[in-house]
């Protein structure tokens, strides 16, 4: 990828806090996964400066090499999740399995994620009417924050069972009141 023009962003770390077991494995229990962060074009790489306004600090005017800036109460880049400071390292669970139990209580993935992973990259990477793309869409939890955060989505997968999957939870986000926003399109691809 790199050699085609591809440009590496960043590595960033996800911590599980609680991982998978994993049977006939010797050795620690692999508790973190990376996530690689490419652009195609540098230039119109985009991210999302999200600040959260504190609105009872006072707005306060500082001096500074004879000019003049607004100290302002918004901080810099929080997790809106819980508040905290956004790092190259971040810590979730794995899955909820009341997730899918609406969709369909029968359907089982063996490698699922909840939507706070996606949500991350999603909010600070693309922006509303965007398209996201997920190469592995496997239960479609990339795509069900793409939608429910205004995007459209492109999903990727080969087991039709997980296409199926995906279609249910699409349908149930795109006709209810999670978003405001009209949803563009959903394409499925296997």
């Known amino acids: 990828m790199i050699s085609g023009g591809v440009k590496f962003i960043q590595e960033v770390k996800w911590g599980k806090s ?14 973190t996964e990376s996530i690689l962060i490419f652009a195609k074009d540098e230039k119109k790489f985009i991210w999302n400066d999200y600040r959260n306004l504190n609105l009872e600090d006072q707005i306060k005017l500082k001096q500074t090499n004879k ?3 607004v100290d302002s109460p918004n901080k810099k880049m929080v997790n809106f999740l819980n508040d905290e400071k956004i790092n190259d390292f ?10 899918f139990k609406d ?10 994620q909840n939507e706070q992973i996606p949500l991350f990259f999603i909010l600070f ?7 996201v793309c997920d190469l592995y869409g496997g239960s479609g939890t990339t795509g069900a924050a793409a939608l429910k955060n205004g995007r459209s989505t492109v ?13 249910k939870r699409f349908k149930m986000i795109t006709e209810s009141n999670f978003t405001n926003q009209v949803v563009k399109e959903i394409i499925f691809f296997d």
């Open 90 to 99: 971040f810590k979730t669970s794995v899955f909820r399995k009341n997730e």
């Open 155 to 167: 999903m990727f997968d080969l087991d039709p069972v997980n296409i199926d999957f995906m279609e």
């Open 67 to 69: 000019i003049t800036h």
């Open 18 to 31: 609680n991982p998978i077991p994993l049977s006939n494995f010797k050795g620690f229990q692999p508790s």
């Open 125 to 131: 990477f693309t922006k509303p009417g965007m398209k």
């Open 103 to 112: 969709i369909d209580p029968n359907y089982k993935h063996q490698a699922p």
